[in-house]
């Protein structure tokens, strides 16, 4: 059964900067996409970023040129780079995984693996 386990979060000041980690394991056959989600209290979950094993990366229109998505293959590790943080961004972030057709990851897509979230808290 595939784990993921994410790390990294913490509160921060507006125009802050955090990286998450999410490892993973447990797998056979390792999953070929993943991705970040968030949630904030009262609200829905969202999409952030996502990636391919091709390198392919989207995401949501709130986090772009300020969050990157990437992964180290070698340490089954994918990150989460987020810059300029903003009061808004507070939520628990989740790492998330499946296996996608190759080009096809989207921040709208369906993952079956999930991590138990670790939680942003960024202060005005």
């Known amino acids: 059964q595939v784990q993921l386990v994410e790390s990294g979060g913490g509160s921060v000041q507006a125009g802050g900067s955090l990286r998450l980690s999410c490892v993973v394991s447990g797998y056979t056959y390792r999953p070929n996409c993943m991705a970040w989600f968030r949630q904030a209290p009262g609200k829905e979950r969202e999409g952030v970023a996502a990636?391919?094993?091709?390198?392919?990366?989207t995401y949501a229109d709130s986090v772009k040129g300020r969050f990157t998505i990437s992964k180290d293959n070698a340490k089954n590790t994918l990150y989460l780079q987020m810059n300029s943080l903003k009061p808004e961004d507070t939520a628990m972030y989740y790492c998330?995984?499946?296996?996608?057709?190759?080009?096809?990851?989207?921040?709208?897509?369906?993952?079956?693996?999930w991590g138990q979230g670790t939680q942003v808290t960024v202060s005005s």
């Open positions: 990636i391919d094993n091709s390198g392919t990366t």
């Open positions: 998330a995984a499946d296996f996608c057709l190759r080009g096809t990851v989207s921040v709208n897509s369906q993952f079956r693996y």
